[in-house]
């Protein structure tokens, strides 16, 4: 079955400990994206990656890291988390070319404290 | 700037009746546009795609408009149902540009018996 899988579902933290969101995608795609989802603001893209060792910012890219040393694999690393953070995170892949479907996980919803 | 408007308020309908959605935006020339459903807690799941120079598609109760000159695209759910009952977010997608969907906020469906 072809899907998007991120870990942890759920994950409470405290201020300033490092944490790690994984993501994997078993569809072969190329690009692959990070996004946060806050009431009122929709979905706004972190980092993405064009393909192996190529990622670049999104629009909302502070406090965060990314890395792309597979192509199936996509972790979102938080050095520092802090509260502002605090938010439902969605991995997405999907394949190059502007008119393919994206394909989500199923969410990770952060509480920084 | 960029601008995806799509309406915040809830639609509330009747089991039976069409629902139509908006999507409007400024400042943008994307090539295709995408509709997604999303329910709670859960990933964004791909509907429809419809490119810059159709003027609608269609799949099974679903409907899409697409209108460049106007920079809006109405969505459709013909004889609607309670499991229709979700949020639609509407992407643009740029040709060239770098593979980014940008989604609106979303707008919330309940179809009531």
């Not at chain 1, 597979?70 to 969605?90: A, G, V």
């Not at chain 2, 459903?37 to 429809?48: A, E, K, S, Y």
């Amino acid at each position: 079955e072809a899907q998007v899988t991120q870990n942890p579902r759920y994950l409470i933290t405290v201020t300033g400990k490092k944490l790690t969101v994984t993501c994997s995608q078993n569809m072969n795609h190329e690009y692959m994206s990070w996004y946060r989802q806050d009431p009122g603001l929709g979905l706004r893209q972190i980092y993405y990656s064009m393909n192996v060792e190529v990622t670049d910012k999104g629009d909302v890219p502070e406090g965060y890291k990314v890395s792309r040393k597979e192509k199936r694999n996509f972790p979102l690393i938080l050095e520092s988390p802090s509260p502002n953070q605090t938010s439902l995170y969605f991995c997405a892949s999907r394949q190059q070319g502007a008119n393919t479907e994206a394909f989500f996980g199923q969410g990770t919803r952060l509480t920084v404290v | 700037s960029q601008k995806i408007e799509q309406n915040s308020e809830a639609l509330n309908i009747q089991e039976g009746k069409t629902a139509t959605l908006t999507c409007n935006y400024t400042n943008y020339s994307p090539a295709y546009l995408q509709w997604y459903r999303q329910d709670p807690g859960r990933g964004p799941v791909f509907l429809l795609l419809i490119r810059e120079n159709e003027k609608e598609k269609r799949k099974e109760r679903l409907k899409v408009t697409f209108d460049t000159t106007l920079k809006q695209s109405l969505f459709h759910i013909t004889a609607s149902q309670p499991a229709d009952s979700a949020t639609y977010l509407c992407a643009l997608d740029r040709a060239g540009g770098g593979n980014k969907l940008t989604f609106g906020t979303g707008t919330q469906l309940k179809v009531e018996l």
